[in-house]
């Protein structure tokens, strides 16, 4: 908020792809012009829908905007929103499947949500420290969705990966780009619950046991 209004002709746009229905986002408070997220990670959906949120100064910037092109314009997707439509040929089945979805959050609850996300990350990160590991952000920065551990026992990740999926059918993210090795990823979004995170950090003990240093 200090940042944004210090720049105030700057349009403030995030990324919650991993957040959203995760956390609190509160939009208004925090003067975000667009949020920004996808079908699938957080809210357990397969990919294909991108969802957003448009601020008034985001159309407002957008009016002020030659050249919009069409696919990525906001003030056609409120035109063609207006009239019940979309500006280009939908993804049917996975508009029910997020109504659907929309209906488990809501009667969940919201907060419940939140909490329940905080509970799961809470159980992976007490599993990353009693193993000996470490989180590769700061605790005070990390995801509240998905833990990205740092490789300071120097483990084969990619062996312990496959060997997680070949003898568990588990599968879990070995990093990538320049940390692909140096980390290792646990994913505790969506619908995960006490029981499917305790099955996954148990059947990783098993399987990590075979990697560590004798």
Not at 15 to 39: A, C, N, Q, R
Not at 164 to 193: P, V
């Amino acid at each position: 908020m200090k940042v944004l209004r210090e720049f105030p002709d700057v349009i403030s746009v995030i990324d919650t792809v991993s957040s959203f229905s995760v956390v609190p986002i509160p939009k208004d408070e925090w003067e975000i012009d667009v949020i920004l997220t996808g079908s699938q990670k957080a809210l357990a959906m397969p990919p294909g829908l991108a969802l957003f949120s448009v601020s008034e100064r985001a159309f407002e910037r957008a009016q002020q905007t030659e050249g919009r092109g069409y696919y990525f314009d906001f003030l056609e997707f409120r035109l063609n929103h207006d009239k019940g439509m979309t500006p280009s040929t939908p993804v049917i089945p996975l508009i029910h499947g997020l109504r659907h979805t929309l209906e488990k959050i809501f009667n969940e609850g919201v907060e419940n949500r939140h909490k329940r996300h905080a509970q799961l990350n809470q159980l992976v990160h007490q599993w990353v420290e009693t193993k000996g590991f470490e989180l590769l952000p700061k605790s005070e920065f990390a995801s509240k969705s998905l833990t990205c551990v740092r490789n300071n026992l120097e483990i084969d990740v990619a062996g312990f990966v496959n060997k997680l999926r070949e003898e568990k059918k588990i599968s879990i993210d070995g990093g990538y780009g320049k940390i692909k090795g140096k980390t290792f990823r646990i994913s505790n979004m969506g619908d995960e619950t006490v029981h499917s995170i305790n099955h996954l950090l148990a059947n990783m003990d098993e399987v990590l046991s075979q990697f560590l240093p004798a």
